[in-house]
């Protein structure tokens, strides 16, 4: 088992940054592919970044594409997304999660593990 804390959300403005942190316990997550979806009011979760645990190659949803930065620790055992030049449709909840696999990352299904969340609020 793998348990995900998330942390470093907040109310930021348009323009601003933030670092999310996700914390694993349990085992560690070297062997894991980890992401971060994100999940706005009335929308449903999407994909944000990816990073493999073989090659900790990152990727990246479209929208986030040069503007978040995804990486890992795993001598911490903890992932991390800096978000630079946040957008107000940037506001969601964003959750870590944990696959056993690199195979079709961008999927939910692919993540066995998942954290509560933190909630990111970017204001005009």
């Known amino acids: 088992q793998v348990q995900l804390v998330e942390s470093g959300g907040g109310l930021v403005q348009a323009g601003g940054s933030l670092r999310l942190s996700c914390a694993a316990s349990g085992r560690s997550i070297s062997s894991y592919t980890m992401g971060w979806f994100r999940q706005a009011p009335g929308k449903e979760r999407e994909f944000v970044a990816a990073i493999t645990w073989r090659s900790s190659s990152a990727y990246y949803a479209d929208s986030v594409l040069g503007r978040f930065t995804i990486s890992r620790d795993n001598a911490k055992n903890t992932v991390y997304l800096q978000m630079d030049s946040l957008k107000p449709e940037d506001t969601a909840v964003y959750y870590c999660?944990?696959?056993?696999?690199?195979?079709?990352?961008?999927?939910?299904?692919?993540?066995?593990?998942w954290g509560q969340g933190t909630k990111v609020t970017v204001s005009t």
């Open positions: 999660a944990a696959a056993p696999t690199s195979v079709q990352f961008t999927h939910i299904s692919a993540y066995n593990y």
